[in-house]
């Protein structure tokens, strides 16, 4: 017989953004009335909160653009939303202050996110819930309106749960995709996972020199047929193996079943091709007698100039009254079609996000409760929602736990009045 570690009346099973929006969320409402525990397998809660926004943790989005959360809970996520406190009042229940940035995006006051991470932990102390750190769950089992949660160390036992052990990125955090394991046992399977905000590792060799450099473009993601899948304008960055930056990482979300074979540059989409050619023309003319890694100055980056002068095959140190008619238009299409052919996508170590996951279809109708198991409840990346850069997962992590935290309070009520 395994040993009774603990017994509680609500058992959240994750001590990350959602599991502690949650458990907060529960103990709000509840009050004294039932018992909150979150269960974490870390020795702390939150580590991937300190991770987030480079430090800094981009907390939230004011803005109610749905067009940047994807799958198939993005059909419940308005519901969800309207039915939850923002992510700026939830944090501001708690005292802390947000400052607001371009696009929308929030962020703590004190610009670190520990100061976020040291809010919630702060609240879930003073809120009475219990924290069980070192806590690796293995298994649920549910008889009678009670579940029984395996341990290494011994059995939980609990009237309701919420799962919020996050998707399969950044494993290192303690989001690993092992609850799956045991969900399917349950009859709960992910559906498409891929790893989401992340790079699209290219040719290194065409990276080389371009490795640190940032630049802006419209970048479209082509597939074998060359067929345009995606498209999406911003930062592009460049490393040493993989073009990155938030326009990339965007892609990534919205391509979230489909890899391209190439991604295609546009410099200069402000402008048609026809004007660009005018454009080098001129410079053709003013900077004649110059040499060609310097013809393009001005207009972009030194080395990006001179990748794409290496692109097309134009010698970098010839005057410019030596590039040929053919060359020049060459390199005017060049600009507006930068080709990168993609040899894979980032994986899991170095992703933000899972796309994929617990599907609409496996909950009750406008609800996070297990569509078969009354009690159980989902929270956070685990399910089948994801959203681009800019606050949009965090603001999910928070929204979904406040609401699987009071759709489990709820059912608590529910339940002790029928067997009182
Ligand atoms: C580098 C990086 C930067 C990011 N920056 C941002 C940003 O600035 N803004 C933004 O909106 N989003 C950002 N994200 C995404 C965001 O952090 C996640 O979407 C969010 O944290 C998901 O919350 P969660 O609670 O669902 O999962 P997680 O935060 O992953 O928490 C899940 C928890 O469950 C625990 N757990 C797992 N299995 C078990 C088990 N069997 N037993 C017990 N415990 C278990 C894990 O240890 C973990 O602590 C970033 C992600 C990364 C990796």
Redesign the pocket.
Known sequence: MTKQLLQTDLLV?????????AAIAAKRICGDRFSVCI????PR?????L????G??????TSKDYAAYHGSLTAVLPEFLSQTLSSKEFFQTMGLYCREETDGRLYPHSNQ?SSVLDTLRLTTEAFGISVCCN????GIQQKQHTFFIQ?SDGTIIAKAVIV????F??PK???????MK?LSVLGHHETNLSPA?VAFQAEPKSLRTLKGIRISATVSALDAQENIIGKESGEVQFTENALSGICIMNLSARLSSENPTALSLNLLSHQTSSQTQAMLWELYSIRTQWRTEDWLTGLFQKKVGIQLLRSCKIPTDIPVYQVTPFQLERLSQMCHDWRFPVISRGNWQ?????AGGIPLEQLRKNSLESKWISGLFF?????DL??E?????????WC??QYAGMEAVAYLKNTLERTV
């Not at 806590?135 to 293995?138: A, D, F, L, N």
């Not at 929270?379 to 399910?383: F, M």
């Open positions: 099973i994750g001590g990350g953004a959602s599991g502690l929006a269960a974490e397998q870390n809660v939150g580590k991937k909160i991770v987030t926004g480079n800094r943790c981009n907390l939230g989005n996110a806590c690796h769950i293995t341990t919020a052990t996050g998707g990125a950044a955090t303690g989001s690993d995709g092992n609850a045991w905000l170095n992703a933000q996000v899972t929270s956070g990346e685990i399910l994801h959203g850069c800019g606050g949009y997962n965090l603001n999910w992590a979904s736990g």
